[in-house]
């Protein structure tokens, strides 16, 4: 899901950000298919800020609170890219009038929107893990997931309650 790799270009867990600088961020989004879009050092921190409040949202999908920053975020971004729908035979769509770094980002979020519409949205979460942050998509049946892993950011935190718990108790 490409919201997803979005999200994922900083593991919060590593510190490593595969669009850590303008260039990066440009590359990325042409690989992608979002268009040539350079960025300066204004615009990179845009598209940062968009990430981390698209970050935000997914962990409200995992019971975390919802900011109305993340939010404000978004809409931002919406009106400089000025997404306006688009209809034609296969339906609506959203697409960006303005062009550059606008239209990429205003194409990211058109991607956001579409997956609130189809529902697909509540289920990309971000791990409950403070330390990872690790955006997924919850497959589960019932929608319960909480962890990117559970080998990993799961087990984590039941080593964690079960070290609080013995630490908690009495000794004999």
Known sequence: ??????????????VADEIGTPAQLAAWLRAEGLGAAEA???????ALALREALRGLALANNGG???PLDLGTLNRVAAEARLRPRFGRAGVRLEPEAE???AALGRLLATVYQAMGDGTWERLKACAMH???FVFYDESKNSTRTWCSMRVCGNR???????EKAAASPRQ
Do not use: P, S, W
């Not at 899901?1 to 590593?14: C, P, S």
């Not at 300066?40 to 921190?45: N, P, S, V």
């Open 1 to 14: 899901m490409l919201i997803q790799r979005f999200i994922n270009t900083l593991d919060v867990e590593a």
């Open 40 to 46: 300066g050092a204004e615009g990179h921190a845009r």
């Open 65 to 67: 609170a919802q900011y």
């Open 100 to 102: 550059g770094l606008d």
């Open 131 to 133: 330390d990872c942050r």
């Open 157 to 163: 935190a039941k080593v964690r309650r079960f070290r």
